[in-house]
């Protein structure tokens, strides 16, 4: 039977990262495949839906600080994750 997508994890509320350095923020969930990703960024769409869990930025600057959420959804519903505050220091 299918199962609509749920999260798996707590997930980080606040992170801090050096300036330059390389961000990998992980969605994890779990649900009927194939699950699709989709990450936000102070609200704002950043990606479209995807099957990748993982968001990468190579070298970090200091206005990319903010909310960064993703969203997870297949053909049963979506689910949002709690959104992770990232500082840039």
Same mark, same amino acid.
Request: proline share 3%; net charge positive; aromatic share 8%.
């Given at each position: 039977?299918?199962? #609509? @997508?749920? %999260?798996? $994890? #707590? ?7 050096? +300036?330059? &350095? /390389?961000?990998? %923020?992980?969605?994890? #969930? $779990? $649900?009927?495949? @194939? %699950? ?5 960024? &102070? ?7 995807? @099957?990748?869990?993982?968001?990468? *930025?190579?070298? %970090?600057? /200091?206005?990319? =600080? $903010?909310?960064?959420?993703? *969203?997870?959804? &297949? /053909? *049963?519903? =979506? ?5 992770? +505050? *990232?500082?840039? =220091?």
């Amino acid at each position: 039977s299918e199962v #609509a @997508p749920y %999260l798996r $994890g #707590a997930g980080l509320g606040q992170q801090v990262v050096l +300036e330059g &350095n /390389r961000l990998v %923020l992980t969605c994890l #969930a $779990g $649900g009927s495949w @194939p %699950l699709q990703y989709r990450w936000t960024f &102070n609200n704002s769409n950043i990606t479209d839906w995807t @099957p990748q869990y993982r968001l990468s *930025m190579q070298s %970090l600057k /200091r206005t990319d =600080a $903010g909310l960064y959420q993703c *969203m997870v959804r &297949n /053909r *049963m519903g =979506a689910v949002i994750h709690r959104s992770t +505050e *990232m500082q840039v =220091a």
